[in-house]
Every structure is written in C-alpha cells, then in structure tokens.
C-alpha cells in the first residue's frame, strides 16, 4: 500500500443516498437510509451526501437522524444556491460530528438559458450570496456549478474565485451529463487547479456521469491532474447511466498504486457488503460482468485459465477476492472445463477420488455440461453420489417404533445400525412422531442436523400408496437433499433423514460422534 507519509489523501465522497437513490426505481425508506448511511460509515467513506433535505420531509427526517446518529464521516446535505433550500439542508445535518452544506448552481450556457433563464453575471452573484449565507452556519462549504464540463472556461474561472472568495472550502467540478472524456477533464482539473486564484487553499473535487461509459476513467484522470475528492456512489448507481462507481475507484487506486501514487482511508474488506446491501435495498442488481463487485469477477469460465487460476492466480487474477471481503475465485464448470478444474472443485466438497473414480465422473461431468451450460457443485455432488457407491451408507435403520394419539406424548424409539454391524438405540419425545423419531437419531449421531424443509408426496394411488419424503437438511454451512420412500410415512420420513444424514456425513468427511 501506498505509504501514508509519501502519498496523498483522495477524500470518497458517497453519493449513493442523494445521486444514487435518483436512480429510477431506487427509492429508499427512512430505514433503509439509515441503514445504508451505517454501512457507508463502516466501509469508511470520508463524506456522506445523506440527501437533498427541502425536497420532503420524509427526506430531511432521514438526513437528520444520519447526522445524529452516524458517527465518523462528514454528513453532507444538498441544497440549491436559494436561502430555503440552504436553511433546510442546514437543519437537517447541524447536529452531525462534522456538517457539510453543498450548494449547486447551473454554470453551463445551456442551463443557464434554458433552466434557470437568468444572465451569466446574475446566477454568479447568486451562487456568492448563497455561500456567504451558507457561512453563517459553517465552514464546510462545497459548491458545485452544475454541467461544469460544458461551461465557458473563463466565467467558471471567474465564478469559482468568487465562491472561494465567499467561503467555499472544497469546489465540486460535475459533469453532469457524462460528456466529458479523460485527457480532455484531466487537462480542464490542471487548468482550474492552476489558473484560479483560491484553489490551492480548497479541495478540488469531482463528480462524473456515466452516460459514455467513462466516468470512473474520467475521474482517475481528474485525480491524476490535482483532484483530491471523488464523488462515487456504491454500485455506480445514480441518475441515468449513473456515477462513478466507488468500488471501482478505490480498487483502481489501490491495485495501480504504482501508477496512483495515493491512498484513501477505505476499509476496503466492507466492499462487497455494501455491494451487496444497496443492491439488496434499492432492488438494483449489480450485473454479473460488473467490475470488482458483480458475480462474474472472480469466476473463470475457460479451461485454459482455470488450468492456469489452479497453477497459479496471479495468471489471470489482478484483484483477490479478499481484498474486498469477497469470496475467493471459483470456477465455473462447463463443457470447457478440464479435470484439473473438476477434480479442484471435487477436493473443495471434500471429495477425494482416486483416478479412476475421477474418470467415471469427469465422463458423466462431460455428458451433463453438454445439456446444461454451467455445472454447479450440487450438480457435482449429486454425479458423485450417483456413480459412486465408495462406502456403505453409515446408518441404515435397524428398528423403529412411534407412539402418538390425541392424549399421548409423541414419542419414538430409533435403532440404528453403523456399517460394522454395531447397533446405537435412542428414545426421544417431540412435536409429533416423525419429530420424535429426528430426535432420537439426532441423540445417536449427536448432531444437531436443521430440517430446513420437509414434504410428503403419494408417489403410487389408493390408501396403500407409497409415500415419497424428501428433506432439506443442514449441517454446517453444507445442505442436502434426502429422500425416502415406504408404504409408512413415519418410515418414509425416517428413511429421508438417513438418506440426508448418509450424504451429509460422506460430504463432512465423518465429522460425526463415534
Ligand atoms: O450531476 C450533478 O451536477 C450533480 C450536482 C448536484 C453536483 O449531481
Ligand atoms: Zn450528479
């Protein structure tokens, strides 16, 4: 990592509860809010834009209880260069460690004409007269003139002296529309960060639209070019084609320090979490492509480089999965995979298989991903189970006896008999007979096996019919499927779990009481 004595601070500024949640569709609710604002603290971004308080009341109560109740970074509020809009912004994030007011303004021709209709000179002094009403409730003061990148130079250049002259301590530079591309921003950052009188006193920042696909090169290159704060939110979520995505940018820096000399202060291990969390609230997916966080970044589809993942990572992984609290890289099986992938993922599952057996079950493996695109461990662990009958089951049922009736307590006598003959009875009582019955095998194996599912189906007709059982059953972080069949449903159920608990118990190596 870059060493903090000789690197640079970039400040990560989240956008993700203000920009991200104008995604459409991303609408969060107070709890969700706060929620995400806890996280964001956690991931240790150094701002939070917590919201754009005067645009309800819903969502100046949300930002409020961030500034009271998330502790660390700076709490940001949003306003328009109106008093209102500023007043509004300043009630809803007094109360934090470390308040922010931001304040934005159209700067660009366009918005000036046709948004706000007003003269180039009138919207200057309007944007000085709301950071020096800002001033009176704090220094921190950002300030945004909004489609910066399709502005004129000279009245930005003339503008931005006059909003630091007023007080601004950090100028936000967006590109609002996703305009701009990197040498062309970079050469923009160089040019504000040298020509303005005041900037060397204030944090540059930026704040870049994904609409061309660029935002994150754009604002590495700001960055490159004497940008210190980044605007980003989680997922890259934001209007339109969305922002910046922060994940990316901190990874890029972290992974590039060679190219980056700088460090930021991320708990970079929070990043999938995150990820995953703002996903979860705002139902957007993160796709499965997506850079650092999506689904696909850690997996390997061809033969060729999970031979070479298997041989050695650094041959086709520039990022550990750890490095973002991620899960390590898998392979994902398909026609194309070898047996080197195979028999890796079989020694994952705990299978150990000698190389005959690994043949039989790379020629099964062959057949099944021709019909299937992708073979996933299951469907491995069920190739295994079928084609290779490597041990007796562990228990079989030896005896079984249940009570039950509307006044008796529900209870079962199990026997069970091991592989060498031995024999282990138990009696338990439970919520009903099969429950009973679980409950005594359980005191024999001494696991405590979770029943995730349970269902009865008649497999034959009339009142002799077959019934079928099949479990979902748990042990550790492993689960299995169980079936068993009798003309006894108690016996069906019991059969069910031995199944499950035979499978279980190969799976885990064992790992029981014996
Ligand atoms: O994109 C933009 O211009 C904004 C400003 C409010 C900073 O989101
Ligand atoms: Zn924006």
Not at 140 to 161: F, G, M, V, W
Not at 351 to 380: M, N, R
Not at 415 to 435: F, N, Q
Request: aromatic share 6%; with cysteine.
């Amino acid at each position: 990592m870059n060493d903090k004595k000789n690197a640079e601070k970039i400040y990560l500024f989240d956008s993700t509860l203000r920009d991200g949640e104008q995604t459409p569709g991303a609408r969060l609710n107070y709890e969700e809010k706060l929620e995400v604002a806890r996280q964001l603290a956690r991931l240790g971004v150094d701002i939070i834009e917590a919201g754009f308080p005067v645009s309800s009341p819903g969502e100046k109560r949300a930002v409020q209880d961030i500034a009271r109740l998330v502790k660390g970074p700076v709490i940001c509020g949003l306003a328009r260069a109106i008093k209102g809009d500023i007043d509004t912004a300043w009630e809803a994030v007094r109360e934090a460690e470390q308040p922010r007011l931001h304040v934005f303004l159209g700067a660009s021709d366009i918005h000036m004409k046709h948004k706000l209709n007003k003269d180039p000179q009138t919207l200057l002094e309007q944007g000085v007269e709301a950071v020096k009403y800002a001033s009176q409730y704090t220094s921190d003061i950002e300030y945004s003139p909004e489609d910066a990148t399709r502005a004129r130079e000279e009245y930005l250049y003339e503008l931005l002296e006059a909003v630091i002259k007023a007080g601004a301590t950090t100028i936000n530079i967006p590109d609002t529309v996703g305009y701009t591309v990197p040498e062309e921003f970079g050469a923009l950052i160089r040019r504000l960060k040298e020509n303005v009188t005041g900037m060397d006193k204030v944090v540059l920042s930026v704040h870049c639209h994904n609409d061309l696909g660029l935002a994150v090169a754009n604002s590495l290159e700001a960055v490159k070019n004497g940008a210190r704060q980044i605007e980003c939110n989680i997922n890259g979520i934001g209007e339109r084609a969305g922002n910046a995505a922060l994940e990316e940018i901190a990874v890029a820096l972290r992974i590039r320090q060679n190219h980056f000399p700088y460090y930021t202060d991320l708990n970079f291990s929070e990043i999938y979490r995150t990820s995953r969390l703002v996903s979860k609230l705002t139902s957007i997916s993160v796709p499965v492509n997506k850079a650092v966080v999506g689904l696909n970044a850690f997996a390997h589809s061809s033969g060729i480089h999970q031979d070479g993942i298997l041989k050695n990572k650094e041959t086709y992984e520039i990022i550990d999965a750890e490095l973002i609290g991620g899960k390590a890289a898998q392979m994902c099986l398909t026609a194309r995979s070898g047996r080197h992938a195979v028999m890796d993922q079989l020694n994952k599952m705990h299978f150990s298989l000698t190389p005959e057996q690994l043949e039989i079950i790379y020629g099964h493996f062959v057949e099944l991903a021709d019909k299937k695109k992708e073979v996933y461990p299951e469907d491995l662990e069920a190739l295994v189970l079928d084609h290779l009958s490597f041990t007796e089951p562990r228990y079989r049922l030896d005896y079984l006896q249940t009570i039950s009736g509307s006044t008796s307590i529900p209870a079962a006598i199990v026997r069970l008999k091991r592989e060498d003959d031995s024999t282990t009875e138990e009696v338990a009582v439970g919520a009903g007979p099969i429950d009973a019955a679980y409950n005594a095998i359980n005191k024999i194996t001494g696991l405590s096996i979770g029943l995730d599912k349970y269902r009865l189906n008649a497999v034959t007709h009339g009142r002799d019919a077959l019934g079928e059982v099949q479990v979902e059953m748990s042990y550790q972080d492993r689960s299995i499927t169980g079936r068993g069949t009798s003309t006894d449903i108690i016996e069906a159920s019991v059969k069910a779990y031995l199944n499950g608990l035979n499978k279980l118990l190969r799976l885990n190596g064992y790992g029981e009481n014996s």
